[in-house]
């Protein structure tokens, strides 16, 4: 039997969404997560300082921006949901449906479409010390069911890949 693969349903769904950012999928075999990486560049017309994650400090005018997610094998988890908008499980025996993969590139899309806006907002506050998004499991599930409702949810299961599968 042919079992659909995570990494190709991913990569499909992103290229056909034309994300207006640079992306990556990246599949960590060994610990069984596949991250999906969204990169845009911000623009800092005044120089300001900002800290990432990881305490760099930066004064650039161009700064780039990470959205960042892992979909991981259900009890494989060896990582910090901190460096990630959402992590979600799928499990090893039942996948994860069509529908929820289409969902999740759904809303990253709409997320990563509203990060300049957003951007530009947070450098017009002079109260908000953080940038970043959220992931709302209120929008998400919102999106979910407008497919289910249009009959464009699919339960076909789509599973990890074996080691066979990868090309």
Not at 6 to 20: A, M, R
Not at 31 to 44: A, H, Y
Not at 111 to 124: E, G, M, N, P, Q
Not at 137 to 159: C, G, H, M, V
Request: contains cysteine; negative net charge; charged residues 30%.
């Amino acid at each position: 039997m042919n079992r659909a693969n995570i990494l190709n349903v991913f990569e499909q769904l992103i290229e056909e969404s034309y994300f207006h950012c640079e992306w990556a999928i990246e599949w960590q075999e060994r610990e069984n997560e596949i991250e999906l990486i969204f990169q845009m560049n911000l623009e800092n017309p005044n120089n300001l300082s900002f800290r990432d994650n990881y305490d760099n400090i930066s004064h650039q005018t161009d700064l780039v921006y990470n959205v960042k997610m892992m979909i991981y094998k259900d009890g494989y988890k060896r990582f910090s949901d901190k460096d990630y908008i959402v992590s979600i499980p799928v499990n090893c025996e039942r996948g994860i449906d069509y529908g929820k993969c289409l969902a999740i590139v759904k809303y990253l899309k709409k997320l990563t479409s509203s990060v300049d806006v957003k951007w530009l907002d947070f450098l017009s506050e002079t109260d908000v010390e953080e940038f970043s998004l959220k992931w709302k499991w209120s929008d998400f599930e919102a999106i979910q069911n407008r497919l289910i409702e249009s009959n464009r949810y699919s339960k076909t299961p789509i599973y990890f890949p074996h080691h066979e599968d990868i090309n």
